[in-house]
Each structure stands twice: as C-alpha cells, then as structure tokens.
C-alpha cells in the first residue's frame, strides 16, 4: 500500500492505532492532531513498523489549518490517497451542566472537523476523479444516550452529512468514495482525558473492544469503500437494531442504567485534565498512545466484525448479536443483577 495516507485524531487511540496499522503496509501517513507528543510518538510507530510519517499539528475545528496541513502532505508526500476522519472531543456531563462554548468546541471538532477534512481531501481529489474519506463513526450516531449529548448530535450529524455527500458524488458520477465505520465502545484514552462532570471515572459501556479491532475496520473500509458503512461490534449493531425495533424502551431502559453504566466506582479526581481547549499531550505532557485504562476489560477480536467485511454473512452477523444480546438478558434475569446501559 504505496499510497498517501491522512489521518486526522492520529495523537492516540482509534487515530494512532489506524496510524500504525497503515503503516505496516508501507503507506506514506501524514499525522493530524493537536498534541506535539502524541504526534511524534505516532510518527516513531510508522517509520519503525515500515512507513513513512510526516507530522502535522493541526486543530481541525480551524478549515485554514486542515487546508494547510493537507496541502503540507501532498508536497511531502503526493497525492492523497485516503483521508480518515477520526478526530473529535467530547464533555460527559448532563446537557444541563455544559456550558455554550463547550457545546459548541465538542462540535466544531467531532463534526465539523470531519467536514474540514472532507472538504480538504474533496479539493484534491475530485479532479483526480479517485481517492477515499473514511469517517470514524459511532453506533451513538443512531443510539444517543444520557451524558452525552454533544457527541452523540456531532455523530448523528456525521452521518447526515456524509450521506449527502455521498449522493451528490453518485450523482456527478465521480469514483471518488465516502464511506463511515461505526464503532462500538472503544479503550481508548479520551476516558482519562475528557472534560468530566460526573462524580466517579467514565467508562465505555461493555463490551468494550481494542482500538486494533476499530482500526483493522478502517483500513479495510478504506480498500473496500462501495459500502455505505460498516459495523463494528456485535454491540454496535445490536443497539441499531434495538433502536429501529423499540426506540421508546430502549429510551427507558437507558434511563434506568446509561448513567451508572458510564461510570466506574472510582472516584474522579478534581484536579483530573481534561483536553477540550488543549491538548493534554502537549510539550510538557507525555503520550497517551492507542490504548485507554481498560485493557484488561477489552476484546482484541469482534468476530461480528469480520463477518460484516462480507456482505454475504451479514444475516449471520445480525442473528450473532441479536443472540449475544438474549444471552446477556437471560444470565442477568437469572443472577438478579441490574443491567447495564446498551
């Protein structure tokens, strides 16, 4: 894989994980991210594991410094081949406890950055007729839940976005693709970095997967882009599902447990960083790289996940989550134990 490669969050977990995974392949990856050691730990992992990197500190909120940056990796490098979307930033806290200006920082970054680098890489290549934009998406997109509410309206209007595009490329007859990779829970570090209201640690919902597993979807979506989207996770598509079926008690139901579900029992710290205006990783901080605090919880493989990489097995793929999710149910009636969020 020979190509130009433009990763945007590429500082730490699904981003940095894509980053190292591109470059086993040879690729050319051009890093964007905010944090000057994420990023130049990131740009280490490409060359050591055989591709080459070009470090770009960049805020994607800020159209003028996503320009730049992929104009920077087409000189070093050539003609982008594929761009991903995979930054963003988020508050966990009731919607009633997050003030305007950080609504409206969660969006800029989680969704219109995700239009600064499309437009970006759309500039490019709709001449050449030929290129890919992966967008980083979330089974949030379909399924919000309590204490996240600016991220999950980021992700629902990622989705909404990219489906116009998409269209409007079908129409111009362009073989240029737009395609979303939907992501279930994630270890990945934003859960230690995140701007927090709540009184213990976030914490992904389980099951939760290895940013590896989210990153092995992207490279695959980006050689195989004619599909609207992937899934994830048996978890991912389990909640989809779950919402088209019955949306009003899946509403119920994570009002009864979305907020526990989100929170471990230790107790959050006051002083605890957080990354909304600036980066955590900057000069004087360290690396976070991929993974977040909860390896010893996370799945390294999705098995529904490979399923879905072939259309043919999706019925299968549906019947596994649809499966896993009444085992889960029956074991929790069973023991008496409250459920957790979905």
């Known amino acids: 894989m020979s190509q130009t490669v433009v990763i945007t969050g590429a500082s730490a977990g699904i981003g940095r994980a894509t980053a190292r995974m591109f470059a086993r392949k040879g690729a050319r990856v051009a890093l964007l991210a905010r944090g000057e050691a994420g990023l ?51 508050v966990f806290a009731p919607f009633t406890r997050i003030t305007p200006e950080e609504y409206e920082r969660v969006t800029a970054v989680t969704y219109l950055g ?81 701007l927090s209201r709540l009184p213990n640690h976030p914490q992904p919902v389980p099951p939760i997967y290895q940013p590896e597993v989210a990153a092995r979807a992207v490279v695959h979506a980006a050689r195989h882009p004619r599909r609207k989207q992937y899934y ?69 493989h999705a098995p529904q996940a490979a399923l879905a990489r072939h259309p043919a097995l999706l019925p299968a793929a549906a019947l596994l989550a649809a499966g896993a999710a009444a085992r889960a149910a029956l074991r929790r009636r069973r023991s008496g134990r409250p459920a957790r969020g979905a």
């Open 232 to 300: 994830v996770g048996a978890s991912t598509l389990a909640t989809i599902l779950a919402d088209k079926a019955a949306p009003a008690l899946l509403d119920r139901y994570l009002a009864r447990t979305g907020i526990s579900s989100q929170q471990t029992d230790e107790q959050a710290r006051a002083d605890r960083p957080h990354n909304l205006w600036q980066p955590v990783d900057d000069a004087g901080g360290g690396d976070f790289g991929a993974h977040g605090a909860f390896d010893e919880q996370s799945h390294a």
């Open 40 to 90: 130049e730990a990131a740009a280490a992992d490409v060359t050591r594991l055989g591709g080459k990197a070009l470090v770009l500190p960049t805020d994607v909120a800020d159209p003028a410094q996503v320009e730049a940056a992929a104009s920077a990796a087409e000189e070093a490098f050539g003609p982008i081949g594929v761009w991903v979307n995979a930054a963003f930033t988020s």
């Open 114 to 194: 995700c239009v600064n680098g499309t437009r970006a890489a759309l500039r490019r290549m709709l001449p050449r007729d030929a290129g890919t934009v992966v967008q980083v998406g979330s089974a949030l997109a379909y399924r919000s839940v309590p204490l996240q509410s600016a991220y999950c309206g980021a992700k629902h209007a990622v989705n909404g976005f990219t489906s116009a595009v998409r269209t409007e490329l079908l129409a111009r007859h362009s073989r240029v693709r737009v395609t979303v990779v939907q992501m279930p829970a994630v270890n990945t570090p934003q859960f230690s970095w995140v």
